[in-house]
């Protein structure tokens, strides 16, 4: 299974990640960070394709996308 | 497990200062991936501008330099000139490259120095607290036009990359934007092209990037997204505004 780590100590909340997520995996915390922001969560983790757009979008390199090695024939 | 993604070793692993949502995060991420593909990081030199981005010395992992406000090209020339070898980026803002630089911009890309500028156009002046910049939009309220931008009083938004689209020495010019995940793959494609550009020696490149400025818009980031689609766009076209590798227009 693909998966997000979102780094909250980076997180500033600005919830571009949830709006760029075709399969609205992302929500938000409504737990302040250390840092003091309310940071994005990887809610719905089962609906990730691991197509790392929330990367791509994220201002603050927040997000680490993986994904599962591909199956060598 | 794979990691998809991986943060470019030209952006120092530190934490940016900009505000939650800001888009100067996203361009400085896709300059320092460039900067890596291209294996050029080693005698990059950037050109840091006056404006919310003074910083980006900080965060870049290759020479900087920061330079008074506007005058980004001009040092970038100089650069370039004594260091051929180098691989020389001004990375300005709409206030400095369209306000106090516009005669460095237009100089620098008249004479075709090759150089590669990275605009960010977020229709305001960040740093020093939203006042109008050259790129606000009509109607749009900043601190110095709080009804609104009034052409009667303001006059109208310049266009740069239009602008510099006549003269000959600018060789690339495309606006991009950064406001959805897939336009911000296509800036790095045009962030890419102007840097290769000048690695091949075709002279002045410039790629505008309409960006998110959600402070001083006093919008949420997403909102602020959703203000270039509706807004800017219709203002700044994207596209590419001149290529000087590409057929002529008409065909031969
Ligand atoms: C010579 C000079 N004039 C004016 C200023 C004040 N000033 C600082 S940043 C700025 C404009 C910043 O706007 P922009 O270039 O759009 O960058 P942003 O902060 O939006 O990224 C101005 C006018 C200055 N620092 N130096
Ligand atoms: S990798 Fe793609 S599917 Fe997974 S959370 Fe990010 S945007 Fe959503
Ligand atoms: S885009 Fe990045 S900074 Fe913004 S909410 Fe998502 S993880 Fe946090
Ligand atoms: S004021 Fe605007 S341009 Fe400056 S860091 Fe904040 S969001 Fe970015």
Do not use: W
């Amino acid at each position: 299974m693909p998966e997000i780590k979102i780094d909250e100590m980076r997180c500033k909340g600005c919830e571009l990640c949830v709006t760029a997520c075709p399969k609205q995996c992302i929500g938000m915390s409504d737990v302040f960070s250390v840092t003091g922001y309310y940071p994005a969560k990887f809610s719905k983790p089962e609906a990730c394709t691991g197509c790392a757009l929330c990367a791509q979008i994220c201002p603050d390199l927040a997000i680490e996308v993986y994904k599962e090695e591909p199956v060598k024939k | 497990m794979l990691q998809v993604n991986r943060r470019p070793k030209s952006l120092l692993d530190v934490k940016m200062h900009y505000c939650p949502g800001c888009g100067h995060g996203i361009v400085h991420r896709l300059v320092a991936e460039c900067l890596d593909e291209l294996e050029v990081a080693s005698r990059a030199v950037g050109v840091a501008p006056v404006g919310c981005s003074v910083f980006a010395d900080h965060y870049f992992a290759c020479d900087m330099i920061q330079g008074a406000h506007g005058r980004g090209p001009a040092i970038a020339t100089g650069i370039k000139r004594s260091k051929p070898e180098c691989i020389v980026f001004s990375y300005q803002g709409d206030g400095d490259l369209a306000s106090i630089g516009m005669a460095e911009t237009v100089h620098s890309a008249a004479r075709s120095e090759n150089i590669t500028v990275v605009f960010i156009n977020n229709s305001i002046y960040g740093m020093t607290g939203g006042q109008m910049a050259p790129t606000t939009l009509i109607g749009q309220p900043s601190t110095t036009s709080p009804k609104g931008r009034d052409v009667k009083v303001n006059g109208y938004p310049i266009r740069v990359c239009e602008l510099l689209s006549q003269l000959d020495g600018a060789r690339y010019l495309e606006r991009t934007s950064v406001h959805t995940a897939a336009h911000v793959i296509k800036t790095k494609k045009a962030l890419k092209k102007a840097f290769q550009n000048q690695i091949d020696g075709k002279g002045f490149s410039m790629v505008e990037v309409l960006s998110m400025c959600p402070t001083n818009l006093a919008i949420a980031p997403k909102d602020n997204a959703k203000f270039i689609a509706e807004k800017m766009l219709p203002v700044y076209p994207l596209g590419v505004y001149k290529d000087a590798d590409a057929p002529a227009a008409g065909g031969k």
